[in-house]
C-alpha cells in the first residue's frame, strides 16, 4: 500500500515537471525585452557597434557614440573596435562597415591622445580609462620593415624591370607634423599588383597607430587608417592603386604631401603588369 502511494506520487511530479517544462519551452516561453546591450553575444555586440559608427559618421555627435559604446561593456572600447575593423577587412565583404568602426577608432583615439597629453602637465594627472597602449608596444608581435634586407644569392629566373620615372627627392617644410623619409617603387612579383604601401612613424621612428591618409585623384578622394594591420606593423596602411591614375598623398594631421605618385609599369619576360609604391611619413 505504501509503495502504491510512493509511485503514485513520484508519478503526479513527473508529470507536473512535464507539464511545467512544456509550458516554459512551448506555450509561454521567456521573452527577453529592453535588455542591456552588454548581456548581448559577441555577434550582435559587433552589430550594435557597426550601428553606432554608421550614426556618428553621419552625425559627427561623439559624445552620443561615446556613451553608447559604454552600454556594450568593453572592457577596453578603443581595442574592441580595432579588432572588429581588423575582422571586418579580413572578410573582405563589407569595407564600408570597416571603415566606417575605423572612422570612429580614429577619432576616439584623437580625443584619448589629447587628453592624455593635456594632463600630463597637471601634477597626479587621472588618464582616461579608454586610452590605448603607446604606439612603441607592438602585442601583435614583430614589426615588419618595409625595406627589408636579404642576402643575396643566385636567381636562376630573372627579376622583373620597371619602366622608371624620374627621380622624386623629398623635400622636407619647415616645422612640418610629417616629412617624406622615403619614397620607392618595386617590382616585387610576390606583393599585390599596384599596391600603395605607407608607414606612419614618429620621430623615434617608431610606428603611430590610427593615423588617417588621405589619398586623393582627379576623381575622387578616400582614406584610410594605420594600424589595421598589426600583423604587419602598428604604423601600416596600404591602398589598391589604378592604372593610369596619379594620386597625391597626405596625412590627415598635416605635414608634408607626396604627389604625383602612379604605380610604376613593370616588365618581366615581355609581359606588363603594375608595381608598387613604399612611400614613408616620419615626424622630424
Not at 13 to 35: H, M, N, Q, R, S
Not at 185 to 191: F, K, L, R, T
Request: net charge negative; proline share 8%; aromatic share 8%.
Amino acid at each position: 500500500m505504501k509503495g502504491g502511494l510512493f509511485g503514485q506520487i513520484l508519478g503526479g511530479l513527473a508529470i507536473g515537471l512535464a507539464l511545467g517544462l512544456l509550458i516554459a519551452w512551448v506555450f509561454a516561453p521567456v521573452e527577453y525585452t529592453d535588455t542591456s546591450p552588454a548581456s548581448l553575444r559577441e555577434e550582435f555586440k559587433d552589430q550594435y557597434r557597426l550601428a553606432i559608427a554608421s550614426a556618428y559618421n553621419a552625425t559627427g555627435n561623439l559624445d552620443r557614440a561615446r556613451a553608447r559604446l559604454a552600454l556594450v561593456g568593453d572592457q577596453d572600447v578603443l581595442v574592441a573596435l580595432l579588432s572588429q575593423a581588423e575582422r571586418l577587412i579580413a572578410t573582405g565583404t563589407t569595407p564600408d562597415s570597416a571603415y566606417e568602426i575605423a572612422g570612429l577608432y580614429n577619432s576616439l583615439l584623437a580625443v584619448a591622445q589629447v587628453t592624455v597629453t593635456e594632463t600630463s602637465s597637471v601634477p597626479s594627472p587621472t588618464l582616461e580609462k579608454e586610452a590605448l597602449p603607446t604606439s612603441t608596444q607592438t602585442p601583435f608581435g614583430l614589426i615588419i620593415p618595409l625595406h627589408a634586407t636579404s642576402t643575396p644569392g643566385p636567381s636562376p629566373t630573372p627579376r622583373p624591370t620597371s619602366t622608371q620615372k624620374p627621380t622624386f627627392t623629398p623635400s622636407p617644410t619647415q616645422g612640418a607634423p610629417f616629412i617624406i623619409l622615403s619614397l620607392d617603387e618595386s617590382c616585387d612579383p610576390d606583393v599585390p599588383k599596384g599596391l600603395l604601401m605607407v608607414e606612419v612613424r614618429n620621430k623615434k621612428r617608431q610606428p603611430i597607430e590610427g593615423q588617417e591618409i588621405i589619398i586623393s585623384w582627379s576623381s575622387g578622394e578616400e582614406s584610410f587608417f594605420t594600424g589595421l594591420k598589426p600583423e604587419i606593423s602598428d604604423g601600416y596602411a596600404d591602398f589598391q592603386m589604378q592604372q593610369d591614375t596619379v594620386y597625391s598623398v597626405r596625412l590627415a594631421s598635416g605635414g608634408e604631401p607626396a604627389n604625383d605618385l602612379a604605380a610604376p609599369i613593370c616588365n618581366q619576360d615581355g609581359e606588363e603588369y603594375l608595381g608598387q609604391i613604399q612611400l614613408i611619413f616620419q615626424q622630424p
